[in-house]
């Protein structure tokens, strides 16, 4: 099967904060291998905009080096590169001052999509969108694109997304959550919503719980400043878990459509039951064997923000009825994964002695370090010696099943090229955001009132004791982070 590349229709992409790590790391790389496949016309133009005093031609020296870096599969081709360097314009702007807009905005086409990438503190959101509205940038083909964190709390979500509809409708607004455009998220709602065979399925009657896990190895350093005051809570429940949540337990849309798709996520949001305190632990990594402590990485020494979160989540609606959903994030832990495993009942009636021990089936969607879907399943052990079972796993990878011959697309550059095509299916509405935030606000509310304390756990474990008993109670257990699948 041979991937197909289909070319997005001219753009203007202004990029606000071109010279920050999000848009030197990401945005810049995923745009240059769009460029490198062909999918970004030749005429499309980035304008990238900063606080900094600098010139188009130190802009493009610098964008060289982040290139060699993040792309460096594609950089060596010098001829690729300085094409795509050309498609460049920097202007030095500060948001903050009327300096630079009608030169800025006096560049952009009226025949192209406009796209206004808004990197930059959320702090400047509104600024920036009242002032393309004030000179006149916005066209009916203009979007704009913000970062998370959308917001500390609903009060700040709202006044937000009031902010940005004051220049652009609700149809031209992008709200990133960069899970929604990894390979593996699409790839459930394929399987999900594509085959007859997992639907039946997919409900309380078959599935017995679903983990959802995302763990990072690394600490905060570098980020304690905006961490300490966000938590895992904040940075990774409210937005990526409650997305792969959404995903997994939404009804089937009855088109695959933006607003369709979404009001199917906002459904389960809303059917969450109030989360029960003593379902919910919070956690904050120590020092284990020189790995450093949360606190000594956030430099405050007294700090009881979390750096890990587990929780049980009941969905309360006829489909999941029964059917616990366990949520586990948090930094500095064994390995680096991102997984959703859906753990199916056991067959009603053993026949097999030897079966009491094993595993029920499980389906294992997993988004990071690798992505790919594999099925666990128990079958007869081949061969003589009498009747054994075995546990086969069936690795649903795609580069395998596809004969390697995937496009693989970093989860931004897909998501900058929906922008482009004006497909919201992979963004998070306005009302779904604070809909998570109604959620998560009462959660935190209990914890600083009652100034609670998170558990500790080592640097490089698998979480505070209390989390495992989270599972324990119910009889199960987390699977392993960083576990590797017997392929
Ligand atoms: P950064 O501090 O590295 O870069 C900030 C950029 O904003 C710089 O280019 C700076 O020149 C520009 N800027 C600051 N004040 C400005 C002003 N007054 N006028 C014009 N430009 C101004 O930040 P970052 O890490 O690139 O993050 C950007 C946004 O993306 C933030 O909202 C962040 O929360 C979000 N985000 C970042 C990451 C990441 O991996 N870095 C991941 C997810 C979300």
């Keep these: 099967m041979v991937s197909r590349v289909i070319p997005v229709s001219s753009f203007d992409l202004v990029i606000f904060g071109a010279t920050g790590d999000l848009a030197q790391r990401k945005i810049l790389p995923g745009l240059f291998r769009r460029f490198s496949v062909g999918q970004m016309p030749r005429d499309a133009r980035i304008i990238a905009t900063a606080r900094s005093e600098i010139d188009t031609d130190m802009f493009r020296a610098d964008l060289r080096t982040s290139l060699a870096e993040f792309a460096p599969c594609i950089s060596g081709d010098a001829e690729m590169l300085d094409q795509f360097l050309a498609t460049i314009v920097y202007i030095h702007l500060d948001v903050m001052s009327q300096e630079g807009w009608s030169e800025l905005v006096g560049l952009l ?31 009916p083909e ?98 990526h878990l409650m997305q792969l949540l959404c995903l997994t337990a939404m009804e089937p849309p009855s088109r695959f459509e933006p607003n369709a798709v979404r009001d199917e996520k906002v459904k389960v949001i809303e059917a969450l039951a109030p989360a029960n305190p003593q379902e919910i632990v919070r956690g904050q990594y120590r020092d284990k064997e020189g790995q450093g402590s949360y606190r000594e990485h956030a430099g ?11 929780m049980k989540v009941a969905i309360a609606n006829w489909r999941w009825a029964g059917t616990p959903f366990y949520l586990r994030t948090g930094k500095r832990l064994r390995a680096r994964t991102s997984e959703i495993a859906v753990v199916f009942r056991e067959p009603p009636h053993m026949i097999f002695p030897e079966m009491e021990n094993r595993r029920s089936n499980q389906m294992i969607i997993h988004l990071q370090p690798d992505e790919g879907i594999t099925l666990h399943n128990t079958i007869k052990e081949p061969g003589p010696g009498g009747f054994r079972l075995a546990e086969v796993t069936l690795d649903m990878t795609f580069a395998n099943a596809l004969g390697g011959q995937t496009d693989s697309q970093d989860a931004y550059e897909r998501l900058i090229m929906d922008v482009i095509r004006g497909d919201q299916t992979l963004f998070m ?28 756990y080592d640097a490089g474990g698998s979480g505070p004791e209390e989390a495992l008993m989270l599972m324990h109670r119910d009889g199960w257990r987390w699977r392993e982070i960083g576990r590797v699948e017997d392929k």
Excluded at 111 to 138: K, Q
Excluded at 161 to 171: I, K, P, T, V, Y
């Design 142 to 239: 203009s979007r704009i694109v913000v970062e998370k964190p959308f917001g500390n709390d609903l009060a700040i979500a709202r006044a937000l997304n009031a902010d940005l509809r004051q220049g652009f409708e609700e149809s031209q607004i992008y709200r990133i959550d960069h899970y929604l455009g990894k390979e593996t998220v699409q790839n459930l709602m394929a399987l999900r919503f594509a085959n007859a065979l997992w639907e039946p399925l997919w409900n309380s009657t078959h599935i017995d719980h679903v983990q959802i896990t995302v763990a990072e190895s690394l600490g905060v350093e570098g980020r304690g400043e905006y961490y300490n005051r966000a938590g895992a809570m904040r940075d990774m429940v409210q937005n």
């Design 429 to 456: 509405r306005g009302d779904e955001v604070e809909a998570a935030w109604a959620w998560v606000d009462p959660i935190i509310a209990r914890w600083e009132e009652a100034r609670h304390a998170p558990e500790p």
């Design 109 to 139: 086409r009226r025949s192209a999509v406009r796209a206004f990438y808004l990197s930059v503190s959320t702090s400047l959101f509104g600024t920036i969108a009242s002032r393309l509205s004030s000179y006149e940038a916005v066209t």
């Design 300 to 310: 405050d020494p007294t700090s009881r923000t979390e750096s890990f979160v587990a």
